[in-house]
């Protein structure tokens, strides 16, 4: 792990709060570190500047301005389009195949991020928060809400009660009806959508554990009490295709391999049990497919 981004990211679960604080800005917003000054980058992680000195210097360089070379390099080092913008390709570029690569480069750096920043603590936390829950509720909306809707559906299939909850009404309903064996998931990557917000401050209220998938920072996450935070810097340009959502993938994908591990899930009989509920969906297919031919012969 030479790079700056990597030691950070080892470090990351033992940092303290105002060090943490620091780590997760470089992490998932490099532009506001390398283009401002050492009172700007603070006032962006709620710090001070000393606090930006200290930190630098637990990283191995001089300062600040050492800080912002060392991320500057390994920033260039990673790939040459994997921070770059498609409003910075010309159209020939874009039709010779630079778009696609990098897009792709784009997806493997939000990966690897996420990888070097995930709290394996927090994430074991999940896991056993989930794996003894009574009941699992997911919440998020648009892009979130599906991704939620995938997870609910993987945890689903590995035998827990496990739902998405899409619709305003019984989103609330769904939140207020949950209890202390109960655990809410919910999914923002700006933590700023209302209705998850909502949602998490309901289900923490009627005494569930929440837990957070979202970019630190932001309100939703006051009311989680477990957070995986998803650190991936996100264009908003509304025309660059969104890369956040493969490390949320990523950290599902985390989640829902433990616990099928887990001992004692007997998943072959799940397995056969949803083979044959999927069975009986596809023979009756089967014979409306052939009722159909019969009549129209």
């Not at 910075?88 to 039709?95: G, K, P, T, V």
């Not at 005494?207 to 935070?229: E, F, R």
């Amino acid at each position: 792990m030479n790079d700056i981004f990597s030691r950070i990211g080892a470090m990351l679960p033992d940092l303290k709060r105002a060090e943490r604080r620091i780590a997760e800005l470089i992490l998932s917003d490099v532009d506001v570190v390398l283009r401002g000054s050492i009172t700007e980058v603070a006032d962006a992680a709620s710090v001070s500047a000393s606090s930006i000195t200290r930190f630098s210097r637990m990283l191995g360089v001089d300062g600040f301005k050492d800080l912002k070379l060392s991320i500057a390099q390994a920033r260039s080092a990673q790939s040459p389009f994997a921070h770059q913008s498609v409003q910075e390709l010309d159209q020939r570029a874009i039709s010779g195949g630079q778009l696609e690569e990098m897009y792709l480069q784009q997806i493997t750096a939000s990966l690897r991020s996420t990888y070097a920043s995930l709290d394996a603590i927090a994430l074991t936390d999940a896991i056993a928060a989930l794996r003894s829950a009574r009941r699992v509720r997911f919440f998020g909306v648009a892009v979130s809400g599906l991704m939620a809707e995938e997870a609910a559906m993987r945890l689903m299939r590995l035998g827990l009660d496990a739902s998405y909850v899409g619709d305003s009404h019984f989103r609330r309903i769904a939140s207020t009806l949950l209890g202390p064996d109960d655990v809410a998931v919910v999914v923002s990557h700006t933590g700023r959508s209302q209705e998850t917000v909502e949602a998490a401050e309901i289900a923490r209220g009627a005494g569930a554990t929440v837990i957070g998938l979202s970019a630190p920072h932001n309100p939703l996450t006051q009311y989680c009490d477990i957070l995986i935070g998803v650190s991936v810097y996100e264009e908003i340009d509304i025309y660059t295709p969104s890369i956040s959502h493969f490390s949320y993938h990523y950290v599902f994908g985390l989640i829902a391999f433990h616990i099928g591990q887990s001992a004692g899930l007997d998943r072959s009989e799940l397995l056969e049990k949803i083979k044959s509920g999927l069975a009986w969906g596809q023979i009756q297919s089967a014979e409306k497919e052939n009722n159909f031919q019969k009549e129209n012969r």
